[in-house]
């Protein structure tokens, strides 16, 4: 792993997988970092060069004084690649990062091969939720919401206290710092791509959890209605973390659209 000084903030990042692979890169969602990924990346690592990171205030990267905007998101995102001589990536993205993913393509139509657009959506909430959401953090902590955020995030069974890995996630949420927290839910607040996103050109997969409840299929369904030639999947038994839950499925859809794509 390593930080990098772009675009004025420092981003953690990490590159591993094949050297000579083809580029897949990968961005996370609201109150998660990079290791969401992490089994998602072990199995596409033996075809690609993975690049992960941290969105600014997630993380270990550094959280600049709230509110952010999406395209603050995306600058950050299209300067790591430059800093990592980058041209060319497939890119997926989660949630807000499937925003972020859907900024760089508009924004580079050029440099972006594919786009994997996981739990994600043109549009997000409306104001009044993420409106709610800063004040509640900023004046109660993440945790004052935390158990509701990860009944959107996880399936029941997962949601045991028993389940390491369910303790170790919430963890996660929890310790995100609250500028970073409450600075990307303004950018959520503010990002309609309804237009950017209808415009793009390029093979484009949308996969949702079926039991999301942050970006519920339908939702995600919209916006793959959206996008000319973007195929649909639903991953059952997982809520909106399906690189979580389900990551040897999540894994096995997006290596074979990259595929069918031509990107590898
Ligand atoms: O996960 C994201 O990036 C935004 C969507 C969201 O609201 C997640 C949640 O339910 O907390």
Known sequence: MAFARVNGVVLHHDVRGRPDGPVLVFSNSLGTDFRIWDKVAETLGDDYRIVLYDKRGHGLSEATP????????VHDLAALLDHLGIEKAGVVGLSVGGLIAQGLAAMRPDHVAALVLCDTAHKIGNDE????RIDAV???????????????????????????????????????????????CAALRDADLTESTRALKLPVLCVVGGQDG??????VRSTADLIEGARFEIIEGAGHLPCIERPDETARLIGGFLNDAGWR
């Open 66 to 73: 709230a509110p952010y905007r999406l395209i603050d998101h």
């Open 138 to 184: 900023t004046k109660n902590g993440i945790e004052s919401i935390a158990g509701a955020i990860l009944e959107r995030w996880f399936t029941v069974g997962y949601r045991d206290p028993e389940n390491a890995d369910y303790v170790g996630y919430t963890a996660m949420l929890t310790r995100t710092n609250v500028d970073g927290y409450a600075g990307t």
């Open 214 to 219: 942050s970006t519920p299929p339908d939702l």
């Open 129 to 132: 939720l993420w409106n709610t």
